[in-house]
């Protein structure tokens, strides 16, 4: 079994690259940052290389020969939970948006510092972690959240949630009532002081997907118009009822 490391966020990291350079710097950076890499040239082999070795993250460029990857993404998701972020070379928000719906955590657009993906992969991380402090349970609507365990359900049924997506909902668990702009979450769930909004709106979509009975017509997560999301613990009021900007 893998050593732990002494460094707090390190971990095993799978570099999925076709471009030699690229992936070599990129497992550089976050070797000397203590982490353990793998690396992957294409779909099937970084498919194989989890299978032998399941990593704590995957470092995932969108534009692979093959099996691009959007593909190995979700393979990976059918295997188990595994959080990744999605390199991609490509301006267009649809890409971004596109890695994101199929269960990316986050995302680096090329070309990046390394040592700004080496604090991604961290924070990362840090977040996919079980909590060391006392376990904290949220309930409410049915839903419940095992902040330690990092395990959220929907009536007793065991919630599929991606990294980004357990912590959201257990940020909105801990403020119900409460409206956030989308810059608030991004700053609380994410820990990024900037970034493209529509990471928030992706998430918040794929969430509701998971947790509402009629995501169309959602009852717990509303959109509170000209500012941002609430957590209703109470939905019985009815759908999408703040209108106010």
């Not at 928000?93 to 990316?104: H, Q, S, W, Y």
């Not at 376990?135 to 990092?150: E, N, S």
Request: glycine content about 8%.
């Amino acid at each position: 079994m893998q050593q732990p490391n002494t460094t707090p966020s390190a971990g095993r990291v799978l570099v999925v690259d076709d471009d030699p350079t690229v992936a070599e710097v990129v497992a550089g950076y976050l070797v000397r940052a203590g982490h353990a890499v793998d690396r992957a040239a294409d779909g099937p082999s970084a498919l194989a290389s989890a299978a032998g070795q399941w990593p704590d993250l995957v470092v995932l460029d969108l534009m692979l020969p093959g099996m691009d990857g959007l593909e190995v993404c979700a393979r990976l998701r059918e295997r188990g939970p595994v959080p990744v972020i999605m390199l991609t070379a490509r301006g267009d928000e649809d890409d971004r948006v596109l890695g994101l719906e199929v269960g990316a955590d986050d995302y680096v657009t090329k070309p990046f510092s390394p040592r700004e993906l080496v604090l991604r992969v961290e924070s990362v991380l840090r977040r996919s972690r079980p909590a060391a402090a006392v376990p904290d349970t949220l309930a409410a609507a049915g839903l419940t959240v095992d902040a330690a365990a990092r395990r959220a359900t929907k009536n007793g049924a065991e919630l599929a949630l991606t990294l980004r997506e357990f912590d959201l909902l257990a940020f909105l668990l801990r403020h119900p009532g409460r409206a956030f702009a989308r810059e608030e979450l991004m700053r609380e769930v994410w820990g990024w002081d900037f970034g493209d909004l529509s990471t928030v709106t992706v998430h918040v979509r794929r969430l509701r997907g998971k947790v509402e009975d009629d995501p169309a017509r959602p009852r717990l997560i509303r959109t509170v118009w000209g500012v941002g999301y609430r957590f209703e613990p109470d939905p019985a009021a009815g759908p999408e009822e703040d209108r106010r900007a």
